[in-house]
Structures are given as structure tokens and as C-alpha cells.
């Protein structure tokens, strides 16, 4: 990975991190993220059709599913496609408006997605502690006004970390990430205005702390109303619905924090290029496969999909 450094003007673009400048590795990028991206793809839009299809999973905590799996389709689409056409192009470049646009998206998708999974907690709770009043709290009016307010969420977030990175003066455009990470484009400011993006950053982390500690008393209530329950194949039962969400509750966080939980540096290294590939790649790619693994309604949908698509292609 290697960056060479290029006169500055404002407004002109940015020169990203090029994985290698041996043309059989280029390639070799392009079709290890390609395998990656469809696989990420094609896992998502199944627990898509799966929930949208199949009526049994017309409930809350599917519709919440469904929202997550478009959220991922959505992450891993800012930054991994523009990279791969890089590396088939042997291109460095990307504009000032097409950076924005991947800070912008990514905060948009990582926001609603965390939301997402902080709303999918209070559904579980509601559902193992208070089943009597389930339908009651978790109608459909509730579910799509809290789905729209993680997507509002996301998209404030958006607009605001991009006004803060971007109303800064830099005196570089090489980045040296393979996107546009915002803790690399803040290490290239001329100006103290880096400071407004740091307090936005700042308060974004304060922010997902506080979902990530709603979520943690939501469960310690879980478990305790599942250790109430007699039967051990009903706290087995209640259990295996939260099993799912706390494994890509776990993915989602993890990455995060090795992301951001790190001195920014201007160099550029294998650590930071591996945390990037963690938190960009990994959870959209985790999260169907433990959705359909975990979940039987899930399977169920997905083989009643997958055997009715094969019966339509070889009836004659």
C-alpha cells in the first residue's frame, strides 16, 4: 500500500490509498471484494425477500430485520464499490463531492443501523417480559414510526458529520485509507475548524455509548425474566430469539470501537487498512448468515424461496 504525494487544490478531489501498484495484485483486490460484496449482497436481499414473501415474518421483529438488511446493503455499498473500480481502473481518485458523499452515506447507514438494533432490544424485552401487552406496544403504528425515526436519526447524523468534516481547510488530498474515513481527512486540516468534527465525534460515540448501555440493561432485564421462567425449554425458547441480535449487536459494536477507539495517524499501515475491512465489511456480511443460521422461521422462509425458484426454472 503506497500514496506519493500531489500538489493540493481545494476543491479538486482526493488521491485515496492504493492497495498496490503491481497490476496482478490490483486485480486480485477486485475480485476478492467483488466475492465479498455479492456475498454481502445476496445474503441481505434473501432476509429481504424471506420477511417481505413469506407472511409468518410479518412482525415486528422481522420488519426490524428487514430494515437492518437494507441498511447493510446500503453500508457496504458506500465505499467498497468505488474501491474495487479503483484497483480495475488503476485509479486513485475520487472527487470532493463523491468523498462527501461517502462520509455522508456512511454515518447515515452506521446510525440507523446501530438504531435499528437498539430498537430490536426494547422489541425483545417487550416481547419476554411483557408478552401480555406485546401487540398493545409493538402495533404497527409504533414499529414504523420508530423504524422512520432511526432512519431520520441516521440521516441527521449524515448532515452533520459532513458539514463538519468538510468546512474545514486542508492543505493535502492524499488520504491514506481507501475511502474516505473521516479521522484521515481530519489529520489533513489547515485550520482549527477540525475541532467542530471532533466534538461531533465526540458526541456521536456518547451517543452510541448510551444505546450500547440501553442495550445491556434491556438484556440484564431479559435474562432476568427468563431465569423466571420454570421450564428450562422455554428459557431455551425465549433465549434463542436473542441470540441473533446479540452476536450482531457484538459484531456491530466491536468494530466500531476498533475503529475509532485508536490514535489517528497520517501514515498509512496494515492495522488501519484491517480495521477498516472489519467495520466495513465483516458485519454486513455476519448478519444474514446469523440471522439464517440462528433463526428457523428464517430458514423455513429462505427454503420455501430458494425450492419454489427451482421448481419455476425447471417446470418445461
Not at 497490476?23 to 436481499?45: D, K, M, P, S
Amino acid at each position: 500500500m503506497r500514496t506519493t504525494m500531489s500538489n493540493f487544490t481545494a476543491g479538486s478531489g482526493f488521491l485515496l490509498l492504493t492497495f498496490s501498484e503491481v497490476r496482478e495484485l490490483q486485480l486480485l483486490h477486485f475480485f476478492v471484494f467483488l466475492a465479498l460484496y455479492l456475498t454481502a449482497i445476496t445474503g441481505n436481499l434473501l432476509i429481504i425477500m424471506a420477511v417481505a414473501l413469506d407472511h409468518h415474518l410479518h412482525t415486528p421483529m422481522y420488519f426490524f430485520l428487514m430494515n437492518l438488511a437494507v441498511l447493510d446493503i446500503g453500508s457496504i455499498s458506500v465505499a467498497i464499490p468505488k474501491s474495487m473500480m479503483q484497483s480495475l481502473l488503476n485509479s486513485r481518485w475520487i472527487s470532493f463531492s463523491g468523498c462527501a458523499a461517502q462520509v455522508f452515506f456512511y454515518f447515515f447507514f452506521a446510525a440507523a443501523d446501530f438504531s435499528i438494533l437498539t430498537i430490536m432490544a426494547h422489541d425483545r424485552c417487550v416481547a419476554i417480559c411483557k408478552p401480555l401487552h406485546y401487540e398493545r406496544i409493538m402495533h404497527k403504528g409504533a414499529c414504523i414510526q420508530m423504524a422512520g425515526s432511526a432512519w431520520i436519526a441516521g440521516m441527521l447524523y449524515g448532515i452533520l458529520h459532513t458539514g463538519g468534516t468538510f468546512a474545514i481547510n486542508f492543505c493535502s488530498n492524499i488520504v491514506n485509507q481507501f475511502f474516505c474515513e473521516i479521522p484521515k481527512l481530519l489529520i489533513l486540516s489547515c485550520s482549527d475548524l477540525y475541532l467542530v468534527e471532533v466534538g461531533l465525534l465526540a458526541t456521536s460515540s456518547f451517543a452510541g455509548l448510551s444505546c450500547l448501555i440501553f442495550i445491556i440493561v434491556t438484556y440484564i432485564q431479559i435474562f432476568m425474566s427468563v431465569l423466571s421462567i420454570p421450564s428450562a425449554q422455554g428459557q431455551k425458547k425465549a433465549l434463542s430469539t436473542c441470540l441473533p441480535h446479540l452476536i450482531v449487536v457484538s459484531v456491530f459494536f466491536f468494530a466500531a470501537f476498533f475503529a475509532y477507539a485508536r490514535l489517528p495517524s497520517n501514515s498509512s499501515s496494515v492495522q488501519d487498512f484491517g480495521f477498516a475491512i472489519i467495520y466495513i465489511i465483516v458485519p454486513p456480511i455476519m448478519n444474514p448468515v446469523v440471522y439464517s443460521m440462528r433463526n428457523k422461521k428464517i430458514k423455513v422462509a429462505l427454503h420455501k424461496i430458494l425450492t419454489v425458484r427451482h421448481s419455476s426454472t425447471t417446470v418445461p
